[in-house]
């Protein structure tokens, strides 16, 4: 990575490259982590619901349970493997066939500096836009709870939201947040790693791209369970 | 100039170059030539600092690219141009937008001085139409051509082209040589041209590289190439289908 911060004065050139990526990492991604958020939470509070209730515990305890496993647990990793599988397979697809395809090294024939060009942009926007996805996966995931909960009459908006509120600990969001910071960095260089070191064609490729996948979700889950227990 | 010395290449096991030297000189056109697999497109590697030896070193104009820090080979690829085999242009990127990168990153040219280069490039390689269209849009001839209009875009003092003939029909073979040709005489440029094609060595080289058994076999003027005590140079080019029957000696057949 030491080569990738080595030329600052190409700044204007990774510019647009940032933005880029942000886009194709983040806003492109809105839609299917919408959805998975929303399901997640629906059925997360559906299954506290159907659990609890035969015991003696008030209603409200299912929103005790629902906002925090969101906010701790739930959006971050699910966000990450979506995004391991869409912008991971894809950054590494995209820079493994511009390795078999030689523009890796027509840009650096050019004297550019491709890894700067290509990888930093990518790590850079990963790390920016998983939290935002991050937050965006929280509300959509806690607002599907809400919203089935009202709708299957399991309990109403404002036992939840007291629920929510009875066990609310302020560290929980950022605990989150640094979660997600820290797997849009995993996700993003493993497949920035995968792709740029392709060999092979279209089957390297296929391979690079698998591996950034798979890898991916292996280091999150490691990485989920080393920030529990460090920070928690 | 550009000198090689002694140059050892292996990938793990396999040995590519062993004890490779060779001097290109200023504006010659050299051809680099040998069978599949015989190191060609490795040596070119070599040269522009793609790959690095394991033993030996590689001289642009006296700096020894193996060993200079990262940011001063990027200075010293700034004279290169490389046509690669398959062209290797973006192909999210328009025809026009491939020819205008290196200008809008290594020059200081206006916009619109960048727009009047690029037209000009895409003239001199006979595409002057295809600007708006993408890689994907394009036949494999019409791709390297303007593959070496990016080339040339930054006016370099080397170029180098790997295979640029594979895969070509012999029509747009032959316009890609008056290419190489052409930007040679008229930009005094210094060409490497990496081919097994023995019908372009014959057209556009000055001088030859023969590569066989890991090594550096032959170098030397392209006229003095039929070199009858040399076996193994002889069968090379006499294997080319275009000089069955053109060699001076020969054989008719009974």
Request: aromatic content about 8%; charged content about 20%; proline content about 4%.
């Amino acid at each position: 990575m030491g080569r990738a911060f080595a030329s600052v004065r190409e700044v204007r050139t990774y510019w647009t490259n940032f933005i880029t990526q942000m886009v194709r990492i983040g806003v492109e991604s809105i839609p299917i982590v919408a959805l998975a958020a929303a399901f997640t939470g629906a059925v997360l509070t559906v299954q506290t619901a159907y659990q609890l209730q035969t015991s003696f515990v008030p209603n409200t305890i299912i929103g005790s349970i629902v906002v925090p496993s969101m906010m701790l647990e739930l959006a971050a990793v699910i966000t990450a493997f979506i995004l391991a599988g869409r912008v991971g397979a894809r950054i590494a697809a995209e820079l493994g066939t511009m390795r078999v395809s030689e523009q890796i090294d027509a840009l650096e024939v050019m004297g550019l500096n491709s890894i700067s060009f290509l990888i930093l942009p990518r790590v850079l926007a990963g790390v920016v836009m998983f939290p935002a996805l991050y937050i965006f996966a929280c509300l959509i995931g806690i607002g599907g709870g809400l919203g089935i909960a009202e709708a299957a009459g399991l309990l109403s908006t404002t036992e939840f939201i007291e629920g929510a509120r009875q066990f609310y600990q302020p560290f929980d969001p950022y605990f989150g947040l640094i979660k997600s910071i820290t797997f849009g960095f995993i996700i993003t260089s493993i497949a920035c790693y995968k792709g740029y070191y392709t060999q092979g064609g279209a089957e390297g490729v296929g391979q690079s791209t698998t591996e950034a996948a798979v890898q991916s979700c292996v280091f999150v889950l490691l990485a989920d369970l080393a920030l529990a227990v460090l920070l928690l | 100039m550009i000198q090689i010395e002694h140059l050892h290449k292996s990938f793990g096991d396999l040995d590519v170059l062993e004890d490779v030297s060779l001097n290109i000189h200023e504006g010659e056109t050299l051809a680099i030539i040998g069978q599949s697999g015989s190191g060609k497109s490795v040596l070119m590697k070599h040269i522009v600092g793609l790959l690095s030896p394991d033993r030996g070193r590689v001289l642009v104009d006296d700096v020894d690219i193996c060993s200079v820090p990262y940011e001063r080979l990027r200075e010293v690829r700034k004279h290169f141009g490389v046509l690669f085999q398959g062209g290797a242009l973006f192909d999210s990127m328009t025809s026009e937008e491939n020819v205008a990168f290196p200008l809008e990153y290594f020059s200081s040219r206006s916009p619109a001085e960048i727009k009047a280069r690029v037209a000009e490039c895409l003239e001199l390689v006979r595409m002057p139409d295809v600007g708006p269209k993408k890689p994907a849009e394009l036949s494999g001839g019409m791709r390297k051509r303007v593959a070496l209009a990016r080339a040339i875009a930054l006016e370099p003092k080397y170029i180098l082209y790997d295979e640029p003939t594979s895969g070509l029909d012999p029509k747009t073979s032959n316009t890609i040589d008056e290419l190489i040709q052409q930007l040679a005489e008229e930009m005094n440029v210094t060409s490497v041209v990496v081919t097994h094609d023995m019908h372009s060595v014959f057209n556009i080289a000055d001088r030859a590289a023969f590569l066989y058994g890991k090594s550096l076999h032959w170098v030397g003027p392209i006229d003095a190439i039929h070199n009858r005590d040399d076996p193994v140079l002889d069968s090379f080019v006499t294997a080319s289908e275009y000089h069955v029957g053109t060699h001076p000696t020969a054989s008719s057949p009974s």
